[in-house]
T-cell receptor, first 112, second 116 residues
Framework: NAGVTQTPKFQVLKTGQSMTLQCAQD?????MSWYRQDPGMGLRLIHY???????DQGEVPNGYNVSRSTTEDFPLRLLSAAPSQTSVYFC???????????FGPGTRLLVL | AQTVTQSQPEMSVQEAETVTLSCTYD???????LFWYKQPPSRQMILVIR??????QNATENRFSVNFQKAAKSFSLKISDSQLGDAAMYFC?????????????FGTGTKLQVIP
């Protein structure tokens, strides 16, 4: 069991570039989420999914898109990167509403 | 909306001593989950302990225990026999137990330093 995996670990982008952060889990969890972590703040929810084909917005969705074509994968797309999106991004998954949430190792993103 | 407050940005403890990290939360719900997560320098978020609000008994995991005071909306983490590997950021978190997707609300974290 690899758990929750994320790629890349670190990425540098220029303003205006687009990219996709990958997230995969092998625990057959229905719920998956993307968070961002900024200094002095806790984790904030960007987008989430309750199953393949179903996604919804969290607290800070602007500038990000998601899709969920399979149970395993939940990629996060930055459409046009901005310096304000410099952050550490975490993917998480859990088995429905009562399950314990497991986090990936994070992706550190720097937008210049 | 639920909020989670960690009023101690930083704390320190001597190795082998005991330390308590504070957390308060605000909610109008009666059924929910509370969590403590540890984030070491590797940035990996690791679940330390979980408490269901309907359980009166405080959760315990080896050297980690909580003091859950539901009426006071307080959820502190006690680390006994502190070890160097306990040095990390600790986040308190809340999640409603209602059905469907419920987001996790995190506090701003407490940085714990362990002094040899």
């Amino acid at each position: 069991n690899a758990g929750v995996t994320q790629t890349p670990k670190f990425q540098v982008l220029k303003t205006g570039q687009s990219m996709t952060l990958q997230c995969a889990q092998d625990m057959n969890h229905e719920y998956m989420s993307w968070y961002r972590q900024d200094p002095g703040m806790g984790l904030r929810l960007i987008h989430y999914s309750v199953g393949a084909g179903i996604t919804d917005q969290g607290e800070v969705p602007n500038g990000y898109n998601v899709s969920r074509s399979t149970t395993e994968d939940f990629p996060l797309r930055l459409l046009s990167a901005a310096p304000s999106q410099t952050s550490v991004y975490f993917c998480a998954s859990r088995r429905q509403s009562w399950g314990t949430q497991y986090f990936g190792p994070g992706t550190r993103l720097l937008v210049l | 909306a639920q909020t989670v407050t960690q009023s101690q940005p930083e704390m320190s403890v001597q190795e082998a001593e005991t330390v308590t990290l504070s957390c308060t939360y605000d909610t109008s719900e009666s059924d929910y989950y509370l969590f403590w997560y540890k984030q070491p320098p590797s940035r990996q978020m690791i679940l330390v302990i979980r408490q269901e609000a309907y359980k009166q008994q405080n959760a315990t995991e080896n050297r980690f225990s909580v003091n859950f005071q539901k009426a006071a909306k307080s959820f502190s983490l006690k680390i006994s026999d502190s070890q160097l590997g306990d040095a990390a950021m600790y986040f308190c978190a809340y999640r409603s137990a209602r059905g469907g997707y419920q987001k996790v609300t995190f506090g701003t974290g407490t940085k714990l330093q362990v002094i040899p």
